[in-house]
């Protein structure tokens, strides 16, 4: 009899050889000019259950261009390892044919000109068109926002989360869970989840005062779908208060808690779970560390580090998805389940190609509504742009290198700091900057772009304290966001150091001296997650910046000295 | 992140206090106390539960759970306090479970450690690596 990890591994091979991943397929169709919607979402229906994915949208309701990172280097048992993959390394790892849609959707190379060729993508009416079309073949689909939902536009900060409510409800999402939400604050957050048509999960939300798994969120919950009792594991982000203001949210207490994640798994199977999916704002590393420690869990929808990935990622008998950002992807998984077993599975990751994807009427209409208010605001144009504007990558994104250009000279500091988030969708040369646009990639409840005082000393202490959330080699002490991204000050990073040694050279660029240690320079920075920040908000610093710009046009940045790969 | 504040530039100063001190002098304050603990019995890995965040939401305020099934008492340390001695948590014949839960201050990373002596007299430990960090630019 075959096991059953044997069998995964058959029907591993087999999707490699038939593109069963749905992958190879379209790419090859694409290069022949011929991309259709009908082959994007061409998926022969397998086994008794279907998964739809959507995770860290960020409040992009409307298409975008998103371009994916240059650098995205892995550490530890991760070096080499998917997601940490780029550019033409990770096309022949996956077979892409240069040019093609997918060279386009998945890497960063040669992207202006791609991006003019096959456009933006994205867009919730689209996503509503490829969840409806799964709906049609499989009624009973559960569709899962991994969360990362309610954050990142201008409609979104006006309205404090509302329009996303909005307009994922028009989707009818089974579950959710959470990170950027929370950054609402406490109150408007629970209003929210009150009066959610869905399940809000999480089962890492503990209230703070008691360590106790919160009330307002379930850690899991059953959903009966194809005659199969499936388990939703919740997981939100676990560094909420430590990556993001804490005192916005003071009674929630995160962390992984892979113990209590274990115990949730042997509890949905006690009570006669035949799948147990876990719907995670980890990040792809930790979920992997995660899924090698915790027994039980049959699939992994991961979030919050972006990254999309063409085909599922095996950790022993557990499949992990990685579905992207932005509203750029939807996963679609098929699973044939039987005897409490998960058998098999079939994957697509399907590229939201907003010129080859119709749009849905009602939720485009939706959509709409949800602007009309604010739309003379939104469609101002501030600037225009002759270089592309992106933020994905490790050390720098063009739209950092503006947007600490801008501290630097409005708020008149010597070093500029911006954080490395990766939300943000890119402009390609020649296009309007509008104030939308600026929104898009500043967006928060915590915009306040203070001036202060730090010693070299101290900025070198919070630079070693950077690197080390993103390159300590063990996943689960990672934060999943990029480094921070410092204007006017160059620095060397040795990533295969420990936390104090990782950083050296660190050089004043206005006069090409050394930083010293004990001398005081002048700082500006935005994001700060302590209470009481004081400054104007950034999307107005930047936008005065490009007013006085006119046309932005960026050097490549070349500050940062990258080594220890 | 911001660092005008002076509780983040209190947490920051510990975090480069914890790079460079001097190391051994804290293993062997360590080491006294486990060995005045076990009295100088070997002490193995594993047979001990030590639930501790992988970063400190607050590191004034660490929640921590130690657990060993039969132990009689489990000590625990925070190795890079400058007293690594937090308790020492003795169990009855007539407890009912041989765990405790309770909150920690750390003065930057370091490791937790739990030492139990079980029912057997023996010994053994848990430890931990709990991360202070400044945070703030997770994405």
Same mark, same amino acid.
């Given at each position: 009899?075959?096991?059953?990890? #044997? ?14 991943? !749905? ?65 033409? #390394? ?38 509503? =068109? ?81 360590? +106790? ?60 779970? +035949? ?148 939300? !943000? ?6 296009? %309007?900057?509008?104030?939308? %646009?600026?929104?898009?990639? =500043? ?21 070693? #304290? ?27 990073? %040795? ?47 930047? +936008? &005065? ?5 006119? =046309?932005?046009?960026?050097?490549? &940045? ?8 | ?15 480069? *206090? ?8 804290? *293993? ?6 486990? /060995? ?34 039969? /132990? ?6 925070? /190795? ?43 010994? *053994? ?15």
């Amino acid at each position: 009899m075959i096991s059953r990890r #044997d069998f995964l591994q058959v029907s591993m091979a087999a999707s490699a050889l038939y593109g069963a991943s !749905g992958f190879g397929n379209w790419a090859k169709l694409a290069a022949q000019q011929a991309l259709t919607q009908d082959q994007l979402l061409e998926f022969e229906t397998f086994g008794n259950v279907s998964l739809i994915h959507i995770t860290d949208i960020h409040a992009q309701m409307k298409p975008i261009y998103f371009r994916e990172p240059e650098i995205n280097i892995g550490v530890g048992a991760n070096k080499g390892e998917v997601p940490h993959v780029t550019g033409a #390394d990770f096309r022949k790892l996956y077979g892409i044919e240069d040019g093609s849609p997918s060279h386009y959707a998945l890497t960063y190379n040669d992207f202006s000109a791609l991006a003019k060729e096959y456009g933006r993508v994205g867009g919730l009416d689209r996503v509503a =068109t490829v969840v409806k079309a799964i709906r049609a073949a499989r009624p009973d689909a559960l569709l899962l926002d991994g969360g990362d939902t309610w954050h990142g536009s201008y409609t979104c900060h006006h309205t404090e989360g509302q329009d996303m409510v909005n307009v994922m409800n028009a989707l009818k999402p089974d579950a959710m869970t959470f990170h950027w939400e929370f950054t609402l604050g406490q109150d408007r957050m629970r209003e929210l989840v009150e009066g959610l048509p869905f399940d809000a999960m999480g089962q890492n939300i503990f209230d703070a005062e008691w360590d +106790e798994p919160a009330a307002e969120f379930k850690p899991y919950e059953f959903y009966e779908r194809g005659g199969v009792k499936i388990a939703v594991i919740g997981q939100a982000f676990p560094y909420m208060p430590i990556a993001n203001p804490g005192w916005m949210f003071p009674d929630y207490s995160f962390g992984i808690r892979d113990s209590h994640m274990q115990k949730m798994v042997d509890e949905v199977r006690a009570k006669g779970a +035949e799948l147990v999916v876990c719907l995670s704002h980890n990040g792809f590393d930790v979920d992997k560390k995660m899924a090698g420690i915790v027994k039980g869990i049959d699939v992994i929808l991961t979030g919050h580090t972006h990254d999309a990935l063409p085909e599922p990622v095996l950790v022993g008998e557990t499949i992990l998805i990685a579905s992207g950002s932005n509203g750029k992807f939807v996963s679609r998984v098929d699973l044939d389940v039987r005897d409490g077993q998960m058998m098999g599975f079939r994957h697509k990751l399907i590229p939201i190609f907003s010129d080859v994807i119709e749009s849905d009427a009602d939720v485009a209409a939706l959509i709409e509504e949800q602007r009309a208010p604010f739309a003379s605001e939104l469609s101002e144009v501030i600037g225009q742009t002759d270089s592309l504007l992106y933020r994905r990558g490790n050390f720098n994104g063009s739209w950092d290198d503006l947007i600490c250009d801008a501290l630097l000279s409005e708020r008149d500091a010597e070093i500029a700091m911006s954080p490395g988030v990766r939300w !943000g969708p890119s402009l390609i040369p020649g296009d %309007d900057i509008t104030r939308e %646009d600026i929104w898009n990639v =500043t967006s928060m409840s915590y915009g306040e772009a203070y001036r202060s005082e730090m010693t070299g000393e101290f900025i070198k202490v919070i630079l070693e #304290d950077v690197a080390d959330n993103i390159f300590n080699p063990d996943p689960y002490y990672q934060q999943g966001g990029d480094m921070v991204r410092i204007g006017g000050m160059a620095y060397a990073i %040795d990533i295969s150091k420990p936390q104090g040694e990782r950083i050296s050279d660190m050089t004043l660029l206005s006069t090409g001296e050394a930083i010293d240690p004990s001398r005081n320079y002048a700082v500006a920075g935005w994001a700060s997650v302590n209470e009481g920040t004081e400054g104007p908000q950034i999307w107005d610093v930047v +936008e &005065n910046h490009i007013r006085k710009q006119g =046309t932005v046009s960026l050097e490549p &940045n070349t500050s940062v000295k990258v080594s220890g790969l | 992140m911001d660092f005008t504040r002076r509780e983040t530039l209190v947490i920051g100063a510990a975090t480069a *206090a914890v790079v460079t001190l001097p190391m051994p002098a804290m *293993a062997s304050a360590v080491d006294d106390a486990i /060995a005045e603990f076990t009295g100088g019995a070997d002490v193995s890995d594993g047979g001990v539960d030590l639930e501790a965040p992988e970063i400190a939401e607050n590191g004034n305020t660490v929640p921590i759970e130690v657990g060993a099934e039969g /132990a009689s008492a489990i000590m625990v340390l925070a /190795a890079g306090n400058p007293t690594p001695g937090v308790a020492t948590f003795n169990f009855g014949p007539l407890a009912g479970a041989q765990s405790a839960k309770t909150r920690i201050r750390l003065a930057g990373t370091q490791d937790v450690i739990a030492v139990a002596k079980m029912a057997d007299g023996s010994f *053994a430990k848990a430890q931990k690596n709990v991360k202070v960090t400044i945070g703030g630019c997770g994405g």
